[in-house]
């Protein structure tokens, strides 16, 4: 049907009422709509780079806003005048004694041992090309020292320190059958009883612990023999000492009668007297500075240390070589051919955990297992790391404990009414998920035999290698370990971000704490327990279970605050979170040994701080002059003296000087905590010393009791009088209790239907009386 269509028409334009809103893509509103559509790959290009800009902008804004908060936020006050150390200007390292009197410095050329307070030189240990580069300090006895140091050439030494004297022991690192070993980690116990040392041979590449004992009866009475000749020597010099200076005053009264003689007379001839009493003088003042000259070389007036302990030349006993443990080898097919000959190999029951290594996988199984993995995941495999390159950049290292006796080695394995000396080692190697545990009271097949002996390849010598008595195994790869001061309590933190407590002591797990998931723990630490609060209750009289709080470090640099006592399980305290800035990154060094409250710590950029943990707010910065700066941010060179009430910082400059040469000004520069009004409020709080190792006896127990009640017995005649007069009143309330049941009985009325038996004359007395009775005979 043909259709016939208007030409020239025009259609009346809607009203402003009636028109539709403009579309958001009108170019006329958006001038990018006036560009064509880009093409693929170019529009996803697009987007990408948009979302980028959107990102970077978001970054810069919140940047901007937090600006404003950061000026506003309080600065922690700056101490920047320190003073310089005389005579640490090339320390290498430096450590404290535990109780804080004596700093011991490594040098490029061996160890010096100086007076914390004063710095002043008490002792020196020599050796060409014996760079010291760490120190570790541990008190052997109150007037004795263990000291285990570790060079720039992987050699550790073993060295005891007492009566201000250095005394070298031992080179821990003998060879063996002609190859090098090198020590990458060198430790002792709290008391210095046991040493155990991390070795890498040289030539095998076998990595190797092993743990040394101290004789401590042997050295006690070795020190007390060194102690009484030293004694005896500083008699001597001050003997010595008395007769120089009678000798001093004797040539200077001489002197003084030779100027006040009487003037010659005219007898004598002044052309020979004269010249006769100038040679007098002159061979006095000769007589008197050849003697000053011997004193100062010989004995000074406070007698060198090092001098009399070159002269003493006392050689102690060495230690000897009780443990041996290899790293775990890699796991293999199990070799049997029948699956009977291998289930004779496994535990049964299950009752054992061991390393993994006895099982009943055959080769094939596994065979068939690599198989599936890698058809599974084709296409990332390729991007997996080759284990050649793995052998090249893991090196396999064990971190180790020594800890005291518990409850949780098996019967037989600790000491019997010994708790405060190690009984066994701790130790978990690097990539591994294990913590293993080995008894350190087991006797070796061949007790003389301490030193090392060329063992063909493949074989392992049996004296001192024992099996593993307890392992831990953990869901995740163990990252990092603390142990408390008593030993009595372990943490473990593992990969995945999880931190595991245990009480040793008990044998109780105290929880499993998860503060970090999206990172991996770094550093664990258990704080004074006299941080914890303690509680107020007056019974029982004897001590209660203790606390204390545990400080985690993870990788991202976010601090927590985690309580280990009842309520381990509670979500722990953020006292730092993931920083902004990479400069802003902390490492925390070591706390304040007089002030539990703060720790050092040093930021990526150099700056140290002294940090309140409990709060996580930095009380004030310590500051080097601007000519210095810490040698390296994550390994700094410090030390605190006098129990912190000084600080020790190695600082690291040059100055320039002519011809384009520069002069090496590094130093060691001292921080006077004491003196600082900052941390005058921490210094002046009181804190009780507690002990985290409270589990009383129950003889502890019994006897805390009678104690109490013997000490109540003084109180027990007054408590019996006040009884007695008590008693009365007692006896009248319950005598009135009587009275008021008795009438309660006699007033309950009696009816014919209670009691039919009586006549109506007698219950008609008891008879319920009308209202208008009882109103005429109330």
């Known amino acids: 049907m043909p259709v016939y269509i208007r030409k020239n028409l025009s259609y009346t334009p ?19 709509q006036m560009r064509d559509i880009l093409p693929q790959p170019y529009r996803m290009i697009n987007k990408v780079l948009d979302k980028l800009l959107e990102d970077v902008w978001d970054i810069l804004e919140s940047k901007e806003n937090k600006r404003p908060g950061e000026k506003r936020k309080p600065k922690p006050p700056k101490y920047d005048k320190p003073s310089k150390a005389p005579l640490l ?37 020599e050796e060409d090309s014996a760079e010291i580069t760490s120190i570790l300090t541990y008190a052997f006895s109150p007037t004795a020292y263990v000291l285990v140091t570790l060079d720039d050439m992987a050699v550790a030494r ?158 102690f006993t060495p230690p000897t070589l009780v443990l041996r443990v290899r790293p775990p080898v890699p796991y293999v097919a199990n070799p049997p051919s029948s699956a009977f000959s291998a289930t004779q190999k496994v535990d049964a029951t299950g009752a054992v955990l061991g390393m993994g ?79 293993l545990q080995f008894s350190l009271l087991k006797v070796s097949k061949e007790p003389g035999n301490s030193k090392r002996r060329a063992m063909p390849v493949g074989e392992a010598p049996q004296e001192v290698e024992h099996k593993v008595d307890v392992v831990w195994p953990f869901s995740s790869k163990i990252t990092c370990s603390a142990v408390s001061t008593c030993t009595s309590h372990i943490a473990v933190g593992l990969d995945n971000g999880n931190v595991t407590v245990w009480d040793r002591y008990m044998g109780l797990q105290r929880g499993v704490l998860n503060m970090n998931s999206k990172s991996t723990v770094q550093m664990l630490r258990f704080l004074d327990p006299a941080l914890y609060p303690s509680s107020s209750m007056d019974y029982p009289p004897y001590p209660q279970r203790t606390a204390t709080y545990m400080l985690a470090q993870y990788a991202d640099s976010s601090q927590y605050l985690c309580d280990i006592g009842q309520a381990t399980q509670d979500h722990p305290m953020s006292i730092s979170d993931r920083p902004d800035k990479d400069d802003d990154v902390e490492t925390l060094l070591e706390s304040v040994p007089d002030i539990p409250e703060l720790c050092l710590m040093v930021q990526k950029d150099g700056n140290l701080y002294l940090k309140d943990i409990q709060t996580g707010v930095e009380v004030c910065q310590l500051a080097l002059p601007n000519t210095h700066q810490i040698m390296s941010p994550w390994e700094p060179v410090v030390a605190f003296g006098g129990r912190g009430q000084l600080l020790f910082v190695k600082g690291s400059g040059e100055e320039a000087g002519e011809a384009e040469e520069s002069t090496d000004t590094s130093g060691v520069f001292v921080f006077t905590l004491r003196s ?29 009791l009678m104690k109490e009640r013997l000490a109540q017995q003084a109180l027990r005649k007054q408590r019996l009088q006040m009884r007695w007069g008590m008693l009365r009143s007692d006896l009248a309330v319950i005598q009135n209790a009587k009275e008021v049941v008795a009438n309660t009985v006699t007033r309950q009325f009696l009816t014919p239907s209670s009691d039919r038996s009586l006549p109506e004359d007698v219950l008609g007395k008891f008879a319920p009386q009308s209202q208008t009775s009882l109103d005429k005979n109330p």
């Not at 070389?297 to 050689?315: F, G, L």
Request: aromatic content about 6%; charged content about 30%; overall charge negative.
């Open 14 to 32: 809607p009203s402003i009422a009636r028109m539709s809103d403009e579309d958001d893509d009108d170019y006329l509103q958006d001038p990018d």
């Open 357 to 435: 290594q006895t099982h009943i996988m055959s080769a094939a199984h596994l065979e068939s297992r690599d198989a599936t993995f890698q058809h599974m995941h084709a296409g990332l495999v390729k991007y997996m790391t080759k284990d050649e390159d793995k052998k090249d950049e893991d090196v396999m290292t064990a971190t180790f404990h020594f800890m005291n006796p518990g409850r949780t080695l098996l019967t037989g394995l600790e000491p019997v009414g010994q708790t405060d000396r190690p009984s066994c080692v701790a130790l978990w190697w690097k990539g591994t998920n294990h913590l």
């Open 89 to 125: 200007g090339q320390a290498t390292a430096l450590a404290s004694s535990p109780d804080g009197k004596y700093l011991f410095a490594g040098l490029p050329n061996g160890l010096v041992a100086l007076d914390a307070l004063n710095q002043q030189s008490l002792s020196q240990w």
């Open 676 to 704: 600082y009004p900052t941390l005058d409020r921490y210094w002046n709080r009181l804190r009780t010393p507690t002990q985290l190792l409270v589990h009383p006896t129950i003889d502890t127990r019994l006897d805390a």
């Open 158 to 315: 073993l060295f005891l320190f007492t009566c201000d004297c250095l005394f070298f022991v031992k080179v821990m690192n003998d060879s063996e059958g002609g190859a090098k070993m090198l020590a990458s980690r060198c430790e002792a116990s709290l008391e210095g009883d046991y040493v155990g040392i991390v070795f890498e041979n040289t030539s095998t590449k076998e990595v190797t612990f092993e743990t040394h004992k101290v004789p401590r009866e042997a050295w006690v009475g070795e020190i007390e023999a060194v102690e009484a000749k030293i004694q005896k020597e500083k008699e001597q010099q001050e003997k010595e000492q008395k007769e120089r200076e009678e000798r001093e005053k004797e040539l200077n009264k001489t002197e003084e009668n030779t100027e006040e003689l009487p003037a010659p007379t005219e007898i004598a001839d002044p052309c020979t007297e004269e010249p006769a009493k100038e040679q007098t003088v002159s061979f006095l003042v000769d007589a008197l500075d050849e003697t000053e000259k011997g004193d100062s070389s010989r004995a000074p007036t406070d007698p060198s240390a090092s001098m009399i302990a070159e002269k003493i030349a006392h050689k």
